[in-house]
């Protein structure tokens, strides 16, 4: 199949999957706002926040199994790559349970740094004492989507994604509107939600476990070299992660420095930003299956075309979706603040939110080819340099308010871009 083809086969399915989460948030906010208490919705807007930033934090644990398992089913070693999936699963168990335990402090230093009423504060904390019961089944079912994506099975990936939100969305009906269970119902239909996907995700890949035995789990287990691998690169991702949050907190905490309005339509703004990077990312995704086989087949050939394919689609995307949002986001961001003078900042400052997915799309793709190619420590190295550029950025231009705000956060972008792109030549020395 061409290189374009399997991109659009892989990325495809991965795109919708992403546009299917928001919806649960969506449902979650649609039950609870029934219930005509403010304080509920303040509450789980907090907790959800919390919950969000917690696990994208963790979110290595799919990179990482990605990465590992293209890599070994390039070189044909279907055992590996399911040894590959069950350590990855071990430590999202090892995670989960140390969350579980240190929830107590977890939950104080967090509720110290908020600043929301008391009541909004209890909502949060009652929604926060239910939904952490689910960290465990959270970071296996990321483990499965992990292996699936490595496997090429990014239409398995999809069918999970709906299988958890559909199951989220009637559980939440009826734990919320039914049961009268408020906000703790709406973290309960959540925990459910993710233990009937983890369950559906062990059937997706049944063939693979029917020839499980003590002797083949022992091996997966007592592999120090492949646990050294597996935890290099979960290491830089992580890194990687915690950048980028920084680079997004540290955006939205200069935007409220500025003003109130000036947060909320940056904020309305960022929405775009964020939708962008549902399509984006799934061609990195696909990018990263597909140079993670070529490197285990040992396939330079076939890495060149990957590596081209992979960013002339990423960045026609990127530049699709920037002249729609030249077009689009006047009309919609209307749609999304009753507020005259939110909607004035954000068409003052709507351009640089349009120009993001162009600007952004080259950092997507090659960080997906660097993981793919498990070459991860270029991938941290070249976030860590970009952050430090933004910082050097925003102090420079931070005479220019919220403009010098956004053209720090597009330099952030390029310079992502730029620093992985002058190593790009590494991706087929790994691969030869």
């Known amino acids: 199949m061409p290189p374009y083809r399997q991109l659009q086969t892989i990325a495809l399915p991965i795109i919708l999957a992403n546009l299917a989460t928001p919806l649960v948030g969506f449902v979650d906010v649609a039950v609870i706002g029934q219930l005509g208490e403010v304080h509920l919705l303040g509450g789980l807007a907090l907790a959800t926040m919390v919950f969000s930033f917690l696990f994208w934090g963790f979110g290595f644990l799919r990179m990482g199994t990605t990465a590992l398992v293209a890599n070994a089913l390039g070189g044909n070693d279907p055992d590996l790559a399911l040894q590959t999936l069950i350590r990855a699963m071990t430590l999202a168990l090892l995670i989960g349970s140390t969350l579980l335990l240190i929830q107590s402090p977890i939950a104080a230093v967090i509720w110290s740094l908020t600043s929301g009423s008391s009541a909004v504060e209890g909502a949060a904390q009652t929604y926060f004492e239910v939904r952490i019961w689910g960290a465990p089944l959270n970071l296996i079912f990321i483990c499965l989507t992990g292996y699936l994506l490595g496997a090429g099975r990014s239409g398995a990936v999809l069918i999970l994604q709906l299988l958890l939100n559909i199951s989220n969305i009637v559980l939440d009906l009826l734990f919320v509107l039914i049961w009268n269970k408020g906000v703790a119902g709406v973290a309960e239909a959540t925990v459910w939600a993710e233990g009937i996907a983890v369950v559906g995700g062990l059937v997706l890949i049944r063939a693979e476990l029917k020839n499980l035995s003590l002797s083949f789990l022992r091996t997966a287990l007592i592999a120090p070299k492949q646990w050294v691998a597996l935890l290099a690169i979960n290491r830089d991702i992580m890194i990687r992660t915690l950048c980028l949050i920084f680079a997004f907190a540290w955006f939205t905490n200069q935007g409220a420095a500025i003003s109130d309005d000036v947060l909320a339509a940056n904020l309305v703004l960022m929405q775009f930003v964020s939708f962008a990077a549902f399509f984006i990312d799934g061609y990195a995704n696909a990018a990263e299956v597909l140079i ?19 960013l002339a689609t ?53 960080d997906g080819l660097f993981i793919g190619a498990l070459d991860s420590q270029i991938m941290r190295n070249a976030m860590i340099q970009s952050l430090l550029l933004y910082l050097l950025f925003w102090w420079l231009l931070e005479p220019l308010g919220n403009s010098g705000l956004w053209l720090s956060l597009l330099i952030f972008y390029v310079a992502r871009g730029l620093t992985l792109w002058r190593h790009r030549a590494a991706l087929e020395v790994l691969t030869s």
Do not use: E, K
């Open 292 to 310: 993670g086989q070529a490197r285990g087949a040992r396939n330079r050939s076939q890495t060149r075309t990957i590596i081209r394919a992979s």
């Open 314 to 366: 990423g960045c026609a995307t990127g530049a699709a979706i920037t002249l729609l949002f030249i077009l689009a986001i006047p009309w919609f961001v209307p749609w999304l603040s009753d507020s005259p003078s939110v909607v004035s900042v954000a068409l003052n400052f709507y351009g640089y939110a349009a120009i993001a997915p162009l600007m952004s799309s080259s950092a997507y793709l090659l």
